[in-house]
């Protein structure tokens, strides 16, 4: 018998992603997913792993600029220049819906 998620851990996956799956993925997902996470797992297996190579196999400083202030931008010319715009906000698409 291959291995595979229970229905429940597929649902809840699907859930945190919020997409709605059909009957039909969430049985082929049970097993993928656990093919996926067999995989994943196999990085615990390599010998020779150092946590410090995880974190960056080089060393840079990091050198940061003084902060400076400046003038601040005038808000009318900035909203001159964006492409919508109602009174002194910038109208943007949206991006996130709030429907789950």
Known sequence: ?????????????????????????IERYQVQLKQLLNDVE??????GYDDEILIASWYAP???RE??????LNPKEVVENAPR???NYIEVPVVISEEA
């Open 62 to 64: 990091t050198t940061l």
């Open 1 to 25: 018998m291959e291995e595979k998620l229970t229905r429940e851990e597929v649902l809840h996956v699907a859930e945190l992603a919020r997409i709605k799956i059909t009957e039909e993925e």
């Open 42 to 47: 196999k990085i615990n297996d390599v010998k």
């Open 85 to 87: 715009h109602s009174g």
């Open 67 to 72: 902060d400076t202030s400046k003038e601040m």
